[in-house]
Nanobody
């Protein structure tokens, strides 16, 4: 089992930046991938970005070129650097750790609000 704690959310103006963190603890050695999802109020949770290794990252079209996902294995932490934020990026952001078996664990989420 793995425990995930997201942090770094907050209120930012359009065009601003935020960096989210997802700290993992527990059975982390066998984690296959960590992904970020987001869920806007009244909408379904959608996938944002994922990382298998430093050279194997993926992004949704809506954030490609603006968001960067990275991981620090020594700190067991995955980051989501978000630049040029837009009001439509407003959502609760969740990280999810998945094993090769398909079993996954979610964090509790962190709120990001983009507003002037």
């Amino acid at each position: 089992q793995v425990q995930l704690v997201e942090s770094g959310g907050g209120l930012v103006q359009p065009g601003g930046s935020l960096t989210l963190s997802c700290a993992a603890s527990g059975s982390i050695s066998s984690i296959y991938t960590i992904d970020w999802y987001r869920q806007a109020l009244g909408q379904q949770r959608t996938w944002v970005a994922g990382i298998l290794s430093a050279s194997n990252t993926r992004y949704s079209d809506s954030v490609k070129g603006r968001f960067t996902i990275s991981r620090d294995n020594a700190k067991s932490t995955v980051y989501l650097q978000m630049n040029n934020l837009k009001p439509e990026d407003t959502a609760v952001y969740y990280c999810k750790a998945s094993y090769r078996t398909g079993l996954g664990y979610w964090g509790q989420g962190t709120q990001v609000t983009v507003s002037s």
